[in-house]
């Protein structure tokens, strides 16, 4: 038996991704928040980060004595023209600088849906998978990692149709084979994965999918809970221990698994929005400590 | 280039499956109405049989010469205690019986989610895996082939804990390793699938999991659409057309893979339940013809 308490402790440092209380606070007011509640690592939105300015962003997080363990998010490569798609790209371009800048410790993908009045679910895949080719040499070349966030598969047709984090690493194994840093050694792979338990928690391929990926791949690790009901497919994810994630299970396996990053709290929830910042991230150091 | 008008014509006979028109009409009206539009198949849920009684729905869809393509649904087989599993083994007996009595062509097996107030996927899936072992000799021995339904992951929590088709083969290959049938030969297996559009249309492993199958294991079909943007996990299903889902597509590689029953359309919509019966039943001929 593991000692009760022992059991209880939180597997990783914490950080706060912005999306958690965008409606409440400003990123100057999250960043302080974060020293106040002593959380350790951020992760903005670009929404964000543009109100703020990125050097300006970048100077006050450093102050702070914050980690940024990734900034959210690039991705949405596909596009009915080929406009569509080289704004895309030139729009990622943007986002691994201002990652560079932050010093973030990956760029998160979401890497997009289907195109406008298409039903063309593998040509979609296809321009994802060109969209990723088309900048990985530039976010290798500053240093940046890029995580392929595999989103719920509820959110194919609109937001992503990488659903699943085997389809993740197959994208992965194509692009990036020898698993390349910016420099030689051990560091993250220059193209890898971040884990959202909310979005992989029903996987049964998730184990083998999380030894597959390894240490140079797990880039990153998002918690909150699935609701049972879950009345919204955006906007009503769970605070951790309010659903029905196994999490203290899931953070265990990222572990073992080599992961040795933050868990960093990412809740879109209009019922958490509503409620005063701080008394979110009072709840959130709880119960990440209680559930994760 | 293949003539648009053979390309227009549907791949498989049409079934209703009774949730698609299920405020509208009883089952003795649904019955009518197939004949009505010459729609030559129908699904029932047991709801809706329990109104007319097993026995009599089943002399009336023979005398309105129709094919009984599913009965929807066994399965629900984790619970709490062994008391609840024991009841849906009985449960799950009793809809195998009037399957049987009806002449359908498999039994639904929607098999369940995580019990009340657990966060046990691996157990909850454990208890589908036995609880179809525990039932599918009886299955075997009525000639009743017993269809595990991967249902979209967005119901792993609360309805159903299988949520890919290689995951339900997996399961197959698991309890009925030499694909057995009630009688020797090339008929349907004891245990297969039932693929419905809406919850397989996402998964990447989609076209392997199809062939892996294979015509013995390929039970029913069902087909609607997946309407973007979605408004609710359950009831915002869409008519075939008004969607995303690749159908035509879809039920050719049904066909490709040795699939040769019904197309069955079950939509769970709150505004198609708003409709006229009739125009509903026109609306989704109309549409198999265009999308399927």
């Known amino acids: 038996m593991v000692p009760d308490a022992l059991q209880r402790r939180p597997l990783g440092p914490l950080s706060l991704n912005t999306a958690t209380v965008r409606e409440q606070w400003s990123l100057a007011q999250m960043i302080e928040a974060c020293a106040r509640h002593g959380i350790s690592g951020i992760a903005p939105w670009r929404d964000k980060l543009d109100e703020l300015g990125v050097e300006r962003a970048a100077a006050m997080i450093r102050s702070h004595g914050l980690t940024v363990t990734g900034l959210c998010r690039g991705g949405m490569f596909?596009?009915?023209?080929?406009?569509?798609?080289?704004?895309?790209?030139?729009?990622?371009?943007?986002?691994?600088?201002?990652?560079?800048?932050?010093?973030?410790?990956?760029?998160i993908l979401v890497v997009g849906g289907l195109p406008v009045a298409s039903r063309d679910l593998a040509g979609a895949r296809a321009m994802v998978r060109d969209g990723i080719a088309a900048v990985l040499d530039h976010a290798r070349a500053v240093g940046v990692p890029l995580a392929i966030e595999p989103l719920h598969p509820m959110y194919c047709a609109d937001r992503c149709c990488i659903n699943t984090l085997d389809q993740a690493l197959d994208l992965c194994d194509e692009l990036d084979p020898v698993r390349s840093a910016d420099q030689a050694g051990g560091g993250p792979a220059a193209l890898g994965v971040a884990v959202d338990a909310y979005h992989v928690w029903w996987d049964p391929g998730l184990d083998a999918a999380l030894r597959r990926a390894g240490p140079r791949r797990l880039l990153a690790y998002h918690v909150c809970d699935w609701l049972v009901p879950t009345t919204d497919l955006l906007l009503d994810r769970g605070m951790m221990g309010d659903g029905v994630i196994e999490l203290r299970a899931l953070g265990q396996k990222m572990r073992d698994n080599g992961y040795q990053g933050f868990d960093e709290v990412e809740i879109l929830s209009r019922r958490w929005w509503s409620v005063d910042g701080d008394t979110v991230l009072q709840t959130l150091c709880e119960r990440h400590r209680q559930h994760c």
Chains 1, 2 share one sequence.
């Open 78 to 107: 596909p596009a009915a023209d080929a406009e569509g798609r080289r704004a895309a790209i030139d729009d990622n371009r943007r986002a691994i600088d201002d990652a560079a800048t932050l010093g973030a410790r990956c760029l």
